[in-house]
């Protein structure tokens, strides 16, 4: 997929294009069409199978190994599938900024230093990694090079790549249907909360996002930034407890407590 078609100039809102409602993103070359497409797939399945040819970033999809698309939670139906016990609710979403390279190499998110990190924040929290869905605001490592035919090093994602990729991470968050997000990072808590934010600011509490309960934290990667004994750790930490806390007070949506695709 090349989506070239249209121009800038435009905005969609958090729902997709043309949705009514909440903070407005510029919308860029490229991005309603991979809103468009993200939108036709039925099932997590489709969002992988087409994510995989989803070329609207070329830069990002020239220096790719993998297109990571999150990891879904367990239960998580798909189209066709006989009927199973579905997702254990409630249902936690963790979204954080944009593979680097052992998620690049490996396909998965979370698996480098921050994501074991992260695993053992979310067992300390008395979390399940496996029940939980983990996603990214990035599909594609965004990386850059300090030197000609050097190494190449993580980078942020611009902005225009954030707003191609929105399609993909609003079809996930419409197929896993979470009862709360947890933000990690700026780039996430800036998506969500559709503003510029400090995290510090913001952290610790629960917010009211277009009917969606998310909490905003810090990247993994910023509590190994800072060490053991940073604010960024002890917040982290403090963080996914608030989320585990929630969680327990939440009562299911629905009595079968599963999603249907
Ligand atoms: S970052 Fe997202 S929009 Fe950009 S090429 Fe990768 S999957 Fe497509």
Known sequence: MRPEGRRAGGAIGPHGPGQPGGPRVRLVPGALEVAEVAARCRSWDEVVAESRRCTACPELAATRTTVVVGDPPAGLLVAGAPP???????????????????EDRSGR??????????????????????????????????????RPGGALANRAPAPDEVARCR???LRKLDLVQPDLVCTLGLTAATWFLGRRVTLAAERGRVHQVDGRRVVVTYHPSAAIRFGPAGAPMAALRSDLRLVAGVLAESTPDSPSGTVQQ
């Open 84 to 102: 199973g016990p579905g997702i254990r609710r409630p249902l936690l979403a963790l979204v954080g900024e944009a593979p680097g390279a052992e």
């Open 167 to 169: 399609g993909w991470l």
């Open 109 to 146: 998110p979370f698996v480098g230093p921050a994501g074991r990190l992260l695993d053992e924040l979310l067992a300390e929290a008395g979390l399940a990694r496996a029940e939980v869905a983990v996603l990214n605001v990035l599909q594609c490592r965004p990386t850059v090079s300090a």
